[in-house]
């Protein structure tokens, strides 16, 4: 039996859900993609994010167009402003990625064989240019968590991608999306030498800044009925409405007073 899901991405075979494709406009997404576009995906945490970012790159695996990868770089938080550690970190976050999601370790053999020959400033770069260039089909690259990172680990990502931009899509990715909890406009970034950049002057190759919003009411209240076709069980009519102007459609939210609901008072 499914239930309502209260901690991380939303898995469909467990978790009863909304499909994640139909929070977004996937018309104008792929309009994006095929104009070779990099833009910006944002939303407060627990909004479903990762959940539709994984559930995007399923779907255009199973297309005939792209080859599209997600990697979570939250793990280079931990290096700060150490740009050697931090960078090395986004490195081994895409090679466990491709080998997970694609199947493909050649990322994996080439950090192990060649990687940590190259400086810092420039191996994000190398790695996606060595890995786009030998890809049949050109690359959708979505990184998760990219606010997560901090000082001049961040500074080095953005400005790699950017000097990367020019040779897609044979030899860099076709589109890249950032995803995080802000619009990259809205980073400050403080250097070693104390500089503040933002992200928009570190960053000028941005398109557009997609936002995702909550449930609609009707949304909330199909995710609520998933359980009463599964189960059988029954909810008040009157619930609805009040249920709406607790949560808003705030996707945790509506989760978790499910799980309230339906477990935790029984």
């Not at 493909?104 to 240019?129: C, F, K, M, Y």
């Not at 000097?163 to 802000?182: D, H, N």
């Not at 009925?225 to 705030?250: A, N, R, V, Y």
């Amino acid at each position: 039996m499914r239930f309502f899901n209260n901690a991380g991405p939303i898995k469909p075979e467990l978790h009863y859900h909304i499909d994640p494709l139909h929070r977004l406009d996937w018309e104008e997404i792929s309009h994006y993609i095929a104009q070779q576009r990099y833009f910006v995906l944002h939303a407060p945490r627990q909004t479903g994010k990762t959940t539709t970012l994984l559930a995007m790159m399923h779907a255009l695996n199973q297309g005939d167009d792209y080859t599209a990868l997600y990697v979570n770089i939250e793990g280079a938080q931990a290096a700060r402003g150490d740009v050697g550690t931090g960078i090395s970190a986004v490195c081994s976050a895409l090679a466990r990625s491709a080998d997970l999601y694609l199947k493909n370790p050649s990322l994996r053999s080439w950090l192990r064989e060649e990687g940590e020959r190259v400086p810092a400033q420039d191996r994000i770069s190398t790695i996606l240019t060595n890995f786009s260039s030998h890809l049949t089909k050109p690359l959708v690259l979505m990184l998760d968590e990219v606010d997560s990172l901090i000082g001049d680990t961040l500074i080095s990502l953005l400005r790699q991608i950017r000097a990367g931009y020019e040779q897609r899509p044979a030899a860099f990715p076709q589109t890249l999306i950032l995803c995080g909890v802000r619009d990259i406009r809205d980073y400050r970034i403080h250097t070693q030498h104390k500089e503040i950049i933002t992200g928009g002057s570190a960053f000028n190759i941005k398109a557009e800044s997609l936002r995702m919003g909550n449930f609609t009411q009707e949304e909330t209240r199909e995710l609520w009925m998933q359980h009463t076709k599964e189960t059988g069980q029954i909810f008040s009519e009157s619930i609805f409405p009040e249920l709406w102007e607790d949560t808003k459609g705030q996707p945790w939210l509506v989760n978790a007073l499910g799980h309230e609901v339906i477990w935790k008072d029984r």
